[in-house]
């Protein structure tokens, strides 16, 4: 059994380049299908391992602050969002 089923995830999204890409194509699809799936009605959480993982600094809050704007939730299974 893996992290995410761990974790109760139902879809992995898997990025295999640097946390410097300019461009992350698995997370803009997560973050699309989570908005498409959200307005459907359901309830969405996107878990990830670490804040770390999504990014740094002013991006890391901007996809914060854009997964709340459509409802989705945000979980990391180690750590927690750092307060900038």
Do not use: Y
Not at 22 to 50: D, Q
Not at 52 to 71: D, H, T, V, W
């Amino acid at each position: 059994m893996g992290r995410a089923a761990e974790a109760g995830g139902s879809r992995v999204f898997s990025e295999k380049i640097s946390t410097r890409a300019t461009k992350w194509p698995e997370l803009e699809a997560v973050v699309k299908l989570a908005g498409e799936i959200r307005s459907s009605g359901a309830a969405v959480t996107l878990v990830v391992h670490e804040h770390k993982r999504l990014g740094r600094g002013i991006e890391l809050a901007m996809l914060a602050e854009e997964l709340k704007a459509s409802a989705v939730g945000l979980e990391f299974l180690t750590g927690e969002l750092p307060e900038s």
